[in-house]
């Protein structure tokens, strides 16, 4: 049972460099997203998307990329790091309209210096 | 402003006293949820509301959602150290987004 899978769990990226979160599901949910969680803040959506091909922005999408191909997958990628996106990413899926539970990937840990 | 205030921002009690955690919104909630976070790991889903005036319990832990389904608490009976963590309440708010609370950081003293 996968569930919701991120990768990679933690990450050191120097200012200036890209890279990509990865997160799949295997649940043939069609609601996914990306938050970001830093102190007293709480959990702040950055990207999400309802269905393959569809992807909108949340609260804080600034500085960041999402595609969304498959129903599977959903990259979060960081164009050009910058030390503010020092955070923990969180991705979640689940199924559309209200009622399904919401299932969380375990984190991914990020530090730009 | 946040959508979503939750209270207290932390909580400390003592080993086996009961606590309450408050999620607000000025908005009408469709869907309440209930996620707990131990320090540096992922989200753990507790519990999910949606209908006025449910309660929903597991183990020592019960939610409501009030009646107008703007406010949702969280009651811990009898807690233990293995309570301690993070509660973040969630919230569908007819947005297609589930909006969070800033979470309470629940510590648990001997």
Redesign the interface.
């Known amino acids: 049972n996968a569930g919701v899978t991120q990768t990679p769990k933690f990450q050191v990226l120097k200012t200036g460099q890209s890279m990509t979160l990865q997160c799949a599901q295997d649940m043939n949910h069609e609601y996914m997203?990306w938050?970001r969680q830093d102190p007293?803040?709480?959990?702040?959506?950055i990207h999400?998307s309802?269905g393959a091909g569809i992807t909108?922005q949340?609260e804080v999408p600034n500085g960041y990329n999402v595609s969304r191909s498959t129903t599977e997958d959903f990259p979060l990628r960081l164009l050009s790091a910058a030390p503010s996106q020092t955070s923990v990413y969180?991705c979640?899926s689940s199924g559309t309209g209200?009622?399904n539970?919401?299932?969380?990937?375990?984190?991914s840990w990020l530090t730009v210096v | 402003s946040q959508e979503l205030e939750q209270s207290p921002q932390s909580l400390i009690v003592q080993e086996g006293k009961n606590l309450t955690i408050n999620c607000t919104s000025s908005k009408t909630l469709y869907g309440l949820y209930w996620y707990k976070q131990k320090y540096g790991e992922g989200l753990i889903f507790l519990m999910m509301l949606q209908k006025g005036g449910e309660e929903k319990s597991h183990e020592k832990i019960t939610a409501k959602l009030d009646e107008k389904k703007q406010q949702s608490s969280l009651h811990i009976t009898a807690s233990q150290p293995s309570h301690a963590g993070i509660y973040l309440c969630g919230a569908d708010i007819g947005n297609e987004k589930l909006t969070f609370g800033t979470g309470t950081r629940l510590t648990i003293i001997p």
Do not use: N, P
């Open positions: 997203s938050y007293g803040m709480g959990l702040r959506l999400y309802v909108d949340g969180f979640a209200s009622g539970t919401i299932y969380f990937g375990e984190g």
